[in-house]
T-cell receptor
Framework: EADIYQTPRYLVIGTGKKITLECSQT?????MYWYQQDPGMELHLIHY???????EKGDLSSESTVSRIRTEHFPLTLESARPSHTSQYLC??????????????FGEGSWLTVV | GQNIDQPTEMTATEGAIVQINCTYQ??????LFWYQQHAGEAPTFLSY??LDGLEEKGRFSSFLSRSKGYSYLLLKELQMKDSASYLC??????????WGAGTKLIIKP
């Protein structure tokens, strides 16, 4: 079982606002990820990290940024929210080992609505 | 390019058996994962296959054939709570996960 937490779970904000989605995991996992998923659609990787001070962009172009100052914490920030950012954001983590330790465990997700 | 194919939607009857197929073409292979995702929720891990053959976990089993680039998820004794999307994902040679679009499974009484 995974212990990975996201806040806020649900958020409605106005266009142009800055928002940070928080993600924390208590398993000491090295790899962490942010995915974006619209209802009924596929997962898109937007950012990932191999460990502290490591951040990489994923397959989907995103106007968000991430940081990894501590192993357990991987926040995602939108500097200026737009209605096109309305989506579900899923944080995930894995041990990063080259076997079943690559299993990714997801947080409960953050539903963002930009009005 | 890298590609994972799954049927978009399947329907089955409560108590029956259903098989969800997944075919993949990726640059290298380091394991295949199946996840379950209920509507509005996050995906949860079901199974991991890295060697050919069948892995059984209770009512759920997953099969892999690396030579054919093929896997299936078998669900037995279907229950209404099994209505969900089932996601197939393959880890490529760079240990990056490639996700399928998911199969929406509808269970009817």
């Amino acid at each position: 079982e995974a212990d990975i937490y996201q806040t806020p779970r649900y958020l409605v904000i106005g266009t142009g606002k800055k928002i940070t989605l928080e993600c924390s995991q208590t398993m000491g996992h090295d790899k962490m990820y942010w995915y974006q998923q619209d209802p009924g659609m596929e997962l898109h990787l937007i950012h990932y990290s191999y460990g502290v001070n490591s951040t990489e962009k994923g397959d989907l172009s995103s106007e968000s940024t991430v940081s990894r100052i501590r192993t357990e914490h991987f926040p995602l920030t939108l500097e200026s929210a737009r209605p096109s950012h309305t989506s579900q954001y899923l944080c995930a983590s894995s041990e990063g080992r080259e076997d079943s330790g690559n299993t990714i465990y997801f947080g409960e997700g953050s539903w963002l609505t930009v009005v | 390019g890298q590609n994972i194919d799954q049927p978009t939607e399947m329907t089955a009857t409560e108590g029956a058996i259903v098989q969800i197929n997944c075919t993949y073409q990726t640059s290298g292979f380091n394991g295949l994962f199946w996840y379950q995702q209920h509507a509005g929720e996050a995906p949860t891990f079901l199974s991991y296959n890295v060697l050919d053959g069948l892995e059984e976990k209770g009512r759920f089993s997953s099969f892999l054939s690396r030579s054919k680039g093929y896997s299936y998820l078998l669900l037995k004794e279907l229950q209404m709570k099994d209505s969900a999307s089932y996601l197939c994902a393959v880890m490529d040679s760079n240990y990056q996960l490639i996700w399928g679009a998911g199969t929406k499974l509808i269970i009817k009484p």
